[in-house]
């Protein structure tokens, strides 16, 4: 098997369509979502592997149908944001940007103040203020998870309502292990509104009814930074590890520049090594009682939240209990911070038809764990878990975590 390590750069922004209107003609808008998804990459890297085939192996051609089958086995192994400054040659682990975790909220200052980062930890139902009933049927596991609370009530004030959606390396490696940092200042990418008008075909000219705008997320942006005589520009892209079709391995894949997204913007194809993807070498923490995990990227579980393989054994504790990867002995999940899910609709290019809706655990979302019996998440157990897969849509990089120490709360020894 051949696999394949790149950096996506979409130069003219790039615009990946939501299920509000699969035509945007007929509803006069397209909605973007905020950041790729990895599906949407998948998709363009299978019709380049087919070109770069096709390109390879002269009289081979591909129809719809057999391009759909000899690229289904092309996985999308590792998906990660990148962001450096414009004009740097290569991208390192330092250039990685994770989304923003749900444990984490950002607090706007008053007077004057700076922003800050207040920790969320989660904490017994049965606490003094806090309050159960989760959902509106009988299910004493989900009743039995632990709140969230703040580490500091008494310093929590109103949210910001402009918090960054990604943090850096640095920021989220010191998260991770439960070390205090600075309110992330770093902004996101840049969005714009395009404008189209349709042609009439006979006319060549204008149809004044027909005008529609797309929203495009801009990956080139100018940045203001203190004591910057001028602003700096920036790039985002995406980090890609993928997997070829076994036995079908193109060389050079992918060649030249890949269309992505709506309308199939060009984007700029850059090589890179399999460390983009590494569990960095300052990642050592202590063992913990507690293991929280942060999706890198969105997850999906048969169960909706619940991630696959756990469940709650019959007459025995209100808990659910499964496994993790990497991680000896069985695991409780103990608390599950969600924002609320991610509805991804998707278009079939073979059928030419809408594909079913799928709902995803966005990233960021965090869940908090114990071991069955007690006994602490070593340093090599934590390591182990960085990036790994979890969940559905293994092969379209879905359901990968970042581990992190979670601090249990006093009452249980902690």
Not at 193 to 221: C, F, G, N, W, Y
């Amino acid at each position: 098997m051949s696999e394949e390590c790149f950096a996506l750069l979409p130069r003219d922004g790039l615009s990946v369509k939501d299920g509000r209107g699969w035509y945007t003609s007929e509803v006069g808008r397209g909605y973007s979502h905020p950041w790729p998804l990895p599906t949407t990459v998948r998709g363009a890297l299978r019709a380049a592997w087919g070109q770069d085939l096709m390109s390879n192996r002269p009289g081979v051609r591909l129809t719809p149908e057999a391009w759909e089958q000899r690229s289904a086995s092309l996985a999308l192994k590792g998906f990660v944001a990148l962001r450096r400054d414009l004009g740097e040659t290569s991208f390192t682990p330092r250039h990685r940007m994770w989304p923003a975790p749900a444990d984490a909220v950002v607090v706007a200052g008053k007077d004057g103040e700076p922003a800050r980062v207040e920790r969320l930890r989660p904490w017994w139902p049965d606490s003094e203020g806090v309050i159960t009933s989760l959902g509106p049927d009988e299910d004493r596991a989900r009743e039995a998870l632990w709140h969230p609370r703040p580490d500091h009530e008494g310093r929590m004030g109103k949210p910001s309502g402009d918090a960054p959606a990604f943090w850096s390396e640095a920021d989220m490696v010191a998260w991770l292990m439960r070390k205090d940092i600075a309110a992330p200042a770093t902004p996101g990418p840049g969005h714009r509104t395009d404008l189209h008008v349709a042609i009439a075909p006979d006319k060549q000219t204008a149809e004044d009814t027909m005008l529609h705008s797309r929203q495009v997320v801009e990956l080139l942006r100018l940045e203001k930074r203190e004591g910057a005589a001028a602003p700096v520009a920036v790039e985002w892209a995406l980090g890609v590890r993928c997997r070829q079709p076994e036995g079908e391995a193109v060389t050079g894949f992918p060649s030249g520049v890949l269309g992505l997204g709506g309308r199939r913007r060009l984007t700029e194809v850059e090589r890179a090594t399999v460390d983009l993807f590494a569990c960095p070498e300052d990642f050592q923490p202590e063992p913990s009682m507690g293991l929280k995990l942060v999706l890198a990227t969105p997850a999906s579980f048969e169960r909706g939240w619940l991630p696959d393989g756990f469940a709650c054994a019959e007459g025995g504790e209100p808990e659910y209990a499964g496994t993790l990867p990497g991680v000896e002995g069985r695991v409780v999940l103990r608390a599950a911070l969600v924002p609320r899910a991610q509805d991804v609709s998707a278009w079939d290019m073979v059928k030419r038809q809408p594909r079913a809706t799928r709902r995803w655990v966005p990233a960021g979302s965090v869940y908090f764990f114990e071991k069955v019996g007690g006994g602490q998440f070593t340093t090599k157990e934590l390591r182990a878990l960085w990036l790994a897969s979890w969940g559905g849509g293994r092969d379209e990089a879905l359901g990968q975590v970042l581990p992190g120490v979670w601090e249990l709360p006093p009452e249980c020894g902690a």
